[in-house]
């Protein structure tokens, strides 16, 4: 007769299997942080502050903050799969769809885009990733409802709209 196995053995595998999913959500989400630091600050150092009080008032101006907005959008929703925060399925789908739609509504003649072309790559490949991550819900965490999903690409939509074209 096969000996008894005790509870402890059962959980273990399961243990293992739970630790090595913690370790790859934190291990991607610090790469996606530093690539939204790398980015942020590059962006960062290209935006021009005027000398004259007027010139903070025109178009122009805010414009330069629209690759910002999109990095910043990045840095939190890495930082919020790096915690493991409830809401980071719907941080990673508005980051997501506000860094697709930032070319595409260039493309379709709406805005210039004041993302660089660098960026634009980075900031695509980035959103593609995030939006399978918060679709999938591969690390388990809060499911985004289709409520959620719709409100984060209103929402990005928002975000774009605001930074380039009101």
Known sequence: MPPIRSARHIHKPLATIKTHIVKKRKTISLVLLIIALVISIAFLLKIE?????????????????????????????????????????????????TALLDPFFDQIGLFESMVPLYGTIILSICALFCLWLAFKNIFKLKRI??????????LGSFVELFFNYL
């Open 145 to 154: 409802s289709f409520i959620a999903a719709f409100a984060s690409f209103i």
């Open 49 to 97: 502050f005027p000398q004259g009080f007027e010139t903070y008032f025109k178009r122009e101006y805010y414009n330069q903050f629209g690759p910002l907005a999109i990095g910043v959008e990045l840095l939190i929703a890495s930082y919020y799969l790096l915690v493991g925060h409830k809401k980071t399925n719907f941080a990673l789908a508005l980051f997501g769809f």
